[in-house]
């Protein structure tokens, strides 16, 4: 069974950085779509960047030169490095994987992933 679990969320001011990580264990698939996704109270579910075993990469505009995903195959974690935070950056972020590594190239962050995480809260403050 795939399991999914977020960490490194918390709170900051605006410009800062945080790191979250993916720890991801019972996927035994060499090949993967991986991406992670982030819900505000009251708005819908948005995907912000995805990474695929193809080496393909995705961001939303909204992110585009202040996150990067990133993942060690080694440690079975992905990551989001995000950077220049902003108060609209705060949301319950979310990874989730699918055994679907086509993906990224036909539906992008649109893409209905299978497995996911129970998220980590994020907090930015002006």
């Known amino acids: 069974q795939v399991h999914l679990v977020e960490s490194g969320g918390g709170s900051v001011q605006a410009g800062g950085s945080l790191r979250l990580s993916c720890a991801v264990s019972?996927?035994?698939?060499?090949?993967?779509?991986m991406g992670w996704f982030r819900q505000a109270p009251g708005k819908e579910r948005e995907g912000v960047a995805a990474?695929?075993?193809?080496?393909?990469?995705t961001y939303a505009d909204s992110v585009k030169g202040r996150f990067t995903i990133s993942q060690d195959n080694a440690k079975n974690t992905l990551y989001l490095q995000m950077n220049s935070l902003k108060p609209e950056d705060t949301a319950l972020y979310y990874c989730?994987?699918?055994?679907?590594?086509?993906?990224?190239?036909?539906?992008?962050?649109?893409?209905?992933?299978?497995?996911w995480g129970q998220g980590t809260q994020v907090t930015v403050s002006s």
């Open positions: 990474i695929d075993s193809e080496g393909r990469t």
């Open positions: 989730a994987a699918d055994r679907r590594w086509w993906l990224l190239p036909f539906a992008g962050l649109k893409a209905d992933f299978t497995y």
């Open positions: 019972g996927y035994t698939y060499s090949r993967y779509s």
